[in-house]
């Protein structure tokens, strides 16, 4: 397999998870490269669902490397709970899982002031999960963040920790919200790093070894292109680099040791939270939602839909270098009769074909469509490319033109088994 990427080429929610899952068969070093525990990915097993936040998917087959890198921002008390839940399973952890020690860590008082932002900005919210995740990289970029290396050393995290409660109490008391307690978050955090002291390495240098050794690395990419804090939907993004940049700099590991990097695409187009979406369409959300599809694996909240824009996804094409696609979901739109793709904006008068960086222009944007025949016949058992009913395999030869990379991987369905490799 070599070292690949896996990144989103929509806005997140594009079932990276299973697609992760699958790549890990061949993996031998699966790496976490960015973002927190406001991301989840979801796999099916036999039958057993397994939700993941923090710790990489590989962590659900044995005797994989499991690696969370410096570029992720950890709560350390969810990741415990994670952890516990995985151990309770049956999952391996001990050995298995590494965790890097200059992640930066998000505390209570991120959680606060994420809510506090949200509610203060009211009809204009970004729509975040109030995980605490943006506050915490805005902590990193200001060079006051704690890191798991400051976790574990007792002395110097119950002094930086009082300063940082200290100065973040005064902030939400001008939010007319309650301060919080240093005892009880020192105590719960430093058990938390008490935990965690066993998994806590230097990743980069870990990594550099299975490099040199030859290992398969796989770097597996939180949210999509369009929530990338510098080439996404700006401000209703992430606070990350959910492109595939990120993974050098949210792991260590320099440009040239990257091998490939496959997009992950649904058959249509999802989002959670506010903010443009060029090609959504109440229709086919009512219809997914009806299938029991596309709520969030992290909020539970219904997920905003539309027909696939190709616009969008071949400017993830774009930036992050995508070789191969993987196209999930492809079965919800077994019982559509027409359907349609998005080819181009329309603003005003003017066709655009590709993605305005101005985001009040892009909400602006009219999709301009194209049409196709949907094939009206079950996908979820197929298991050969030639067994999909040609009219899918037309879509999907279709989407992918459009978008710019080369097809490799249709999945039908949330199991191992219902993915089709595409020679």
């Not at 200059?102 to 505390?107: C, E, F, R, S, Y």
């Not at 490099?211 to 510098?230: K, M, P, S, W, Y």
């Not at 590991?253 to 369409?281: C, F, Q, W």
């Amino acid at each position: 397999m070599s070292n690949t990427i896996l990144v989103g080429a929509q806005w997140g929610d594009e079932g990276k998870g299973k697609i992760i899952d699958v790549l890990t068969e061949v993996a031998d070093v699966v790496v976490r490269t960015q973002g927190g525990n406001n991301a989840g990915h979801t796999v099916h097993i036999n039958g057993q669902k397994f939700i993941l936040h923090l710790v990489p998917s590989g962590i659900l087959r044995k005797n994989k490397v499991c690696v969370i890198g410096n570029g992720v921002v950890v709560d350390p008390v969810s990741l415990v709970e994670e952890l516990k839940d995985l151990s309770n399973l049956g999952i391996k952890i001990k050995g298995n899982l590494h965790l890097s020690e200059t992640a930066h860590l998000v505390l209570p008082y991120h959680r606060e002031l994420d809510s506090q932002r949200e509610r203060a900005k009211g009809k204009n919210k970004i729509g975040t999960t109030k995980r605490g995740i943006g506050p915490a990289y805005a902590d990193k970029a200001a060079r006051t963040g704690l890191r798991v290396l400051d976790l574990i050393q007792p002395e110097r995290f119950k002094a930086k920790l009082a300063e940082r409660i200290r100065e973040n109490n005064g902030i939400l008391k001008a939010f007319g919200a309650e301060p919080l307690s240093f005892k009880k978050v020192h105590d719960q955090y430093r058990a938390a790093g008490d935990y965690l002291k066993p998994f806590v390495t230097n990743t980069v240098i870990l990594l550099h070894a299975a490099a040199q050794r030859g290992d398969n690395i796989l770097f597996e990419g939180a949210q999509g292109t369009f929530l990338d804090i510098d080439h996404g939907t700006y401000p209703f993004v992430t606070s990350s680099n959910t492109t595939a940049g990120g993974a050098c700099t949210g792991s260590g590991v320099p440009p040239h040791r990257i091998d490939r990097v496959v997009g992950v695409m649904k058959a249509y187009t999802t989002r959670v939270g506010e903010g443009p979406l060029p090609s959504e369409n109440a229709e086919i959300a009512d219809m997914l939602h009806a299938m029991g599809r596309e709520f969030g694996a992290t909020t539970g909240r219904p997920r905003r839909c539309g027909w696939f824009d190709a616009v969008a996804t071949r400017h993830a094409r774009i930036v992050s270098g995508i070789d191969e696609l993987a196209v999930t979901n492809l079965d919800g739109l077994d019982s559509v009769q027409t359907l349609k793709i998005c080819t181009g904006y329309r603003d005003g008068r003017k066709r655009l074909d590709y993605i305005p960086s101005d985001v009040e222009a892009l909400a602006r944007c009219e999709p301009i469509y194209t049409e196709l025949a949907g094939w009206m016949a079950p996908t979820d058992q197929a298991t050969k490319w030639k067994e999909l009913p040609r009219r899918a395999r037309d879509y999907l030869h279709t989407i992918a033109d459009l978008t710019g990379a080369k097809l490799k991987i249709v999945s039908v369905g949330p199991g191992r088994e219902q993915t089709i490799f595409v020679e």
